[in-house]
């Protein structure tokens, strides 16, 4: 599907790049991991990354999004971390059920193996049989041939005690595993302490030496740090942590982080994991698309402002595709984005007009439960009444249909049946294969099918072809028993499933710019690639945006 261009090393065995990470969280492994697999693809190298989570869930897909943030969703319909959203998004290639492992899913299948008799007479403990899964699955991909390096991000960070397996796994790996064909990076924070206006080195020789305790040694360390790090203070890392100075790297703040390949290629990140693994003769990175996107990114000619209505707004990793799939359209667009979050549990008849009057957009956005919805009803009317450009995705689009019900058809009590299953219009239902189904986890309509787009429709200009596949994440949909009464009114169902009919999207030709649709768009877009109805949108956005100023 993305466009690849891969001149595969054939003679190499796959290499394993290891990332832990110290001190604390939210350090950005993910975007370090991703960056080095941005450098190391610009080299011609083919990369995948994948992240081991110590979570005891099967899968983040039951997670609340104030939790861990999005739940990341795969075109084969695995519900994982947000960072594989960066992976794709960075490298522009697929990722997989493969691509994220979790604590729950390693003991799962032990658990399952020990109960079918595989380990009779066996005491089944954790090293070994639960490290031997570990390194299976951080094998896996490696043993198809499809890559020529395989990054692995370990969640959580060292000295934890649900890390352990892991790094136990990663330390009889490396010695498994011919020397040349591993390496470890381990990231840290260097903070900057005010009242002494130094930077501090200590906590990452700590957390270098509880690695050591687990019998693990980093070739290089990443520092995270707010202010650059002098080249003494480099080399007392190197001294104290047993690594060579070149191998300290510094890794500041950054405007995007779709700059830090940029910063990682300065500080030489890529090739020093390149000589570690003795691969020589390699091209210098070719990133003339990714240097291309940040120069519209940093050279915006033209500024929007968008409402982006939910109820995770307190938390910007709730909407992380989203907001990233804004990134790449107002790059393509030379447009600056100002994505305004809208708490949809505040908007009301009364106030709508003063959260939305002065947007120049306005997108409905994706989620589960009552609450807020009427605050999401309330915003497409605004921007349906209004001719404002509307974007709804997923709930977002539900919630359009239900609008449109009530306001327009009259239907005063039309209503989804996740808040409300005995409603007498239930314009939005339980799938008909959701039924029977009890449990909770993985049982959603997961991961990318077709949709058929109609001739003549906003969509199908879109997209500039009639048959496309995107992502889902749901278990309501559009009722069909509603459609044409909702066509009709108006709202044409423009895009539907080959196999089964459900509508996939809808829009109303009669408004400037409205469109809703029951996947979720933003999965798929990334700087190299824009999502075209993302893209679409932040035009309208500007155009109405000029109309308003004439
Ligand atoms: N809660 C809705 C459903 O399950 C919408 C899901 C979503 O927005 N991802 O169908």
Known sequence: MYPVNYNPISFMSTKYVFVSGGVTSSLGKGIISASL??????????????????????DPGTLNPYEHGECYVTEDGAETDLDLGHYERFLNVFTSKANNVTTGRIYRSVIHKEREGAYLGKTVQIVPHITDEIKRRMLLLGNTGDYDVIITELGGTVGDIESLPFLEAV?????????????????????????????????????????????LQPDIIVCRTE???????????????????????????????????????????????????????????????WNDF???????????DIALVGKYVELQDAYKSILESF?????????????????????DASNVAEKLGGMDAVLVAPGFGERGLEGKIESVRYARENGIPFFGICLGMQMAVVEY??????MKDATTAEIRPNSPNPVIDLMEEQKSLTAKGGTMRLGA??????????????????????????????NGKYVEALAAAGLKPSGRNPETGLVEIVEIPEHPFFIAVQFHPELKSTPENPQPIFVAFVKAAMEYKEKKQK
């Open 327 to 347: 990134i790449h359209a107002g790059a393509e667009n030379k447009c600056k984005v100002n994505v305004h979050s809208i708490h949809s549990e505040y908007v």
């Open 294 to 304: 940040l120069h519209r990114l940093f050279n915006p000619e033209h500024e929007v």
């Open 171 to 215: 330390r009889q790996l490396q010695w498994e595993l011919p020397k040349e064909d591993c390496v470890l990076i381990h990231l840290t924070l260097v903070p900057y302490l005010n009242a002494a206006k130094e930077l501090k080195t200590k906590p990452t020789q700590h957390s270098v030496r509880t690695l050591q305790q687990d019998g």
């Open 449 to 478: 099918y077709k949709c058929r787009l109609e001739e003549g429709t906003l969509a199908r200009m879109i997209y500039g072809k009639d048959m496309i596949s995107e992502r889902h994440r749901h278990r309501y949909e559009v």
């Open 37 to 58: 697999a941005k450098l190391l693809q610009a080299r011609n190298l083919r990369v995948t990354i994948q992240k081991f989570d110590p979570y005891i869930n099967v």
């Open 405 to 410: 019900a009530r306001n327009v058809l009259g």
């Open 227 to 289: 202010h650059p790090i002098p080249s003494d203070m480099r080399r007392k890392v190197a001294l104290f942590c047993n690594v060579k100075p070149n191998a300290v790297i510094e890794s500041m703040d950054a405007k995007t982080i779709y700059e830090v390949p940029l910063t990682m290629m300065k500080e030489k990140l890529d090739e020093i994991v390149l000589e570690k693994f003795a691969l020589k003769n390699l091209p210098a990175p070719n990133l003339d698309r």
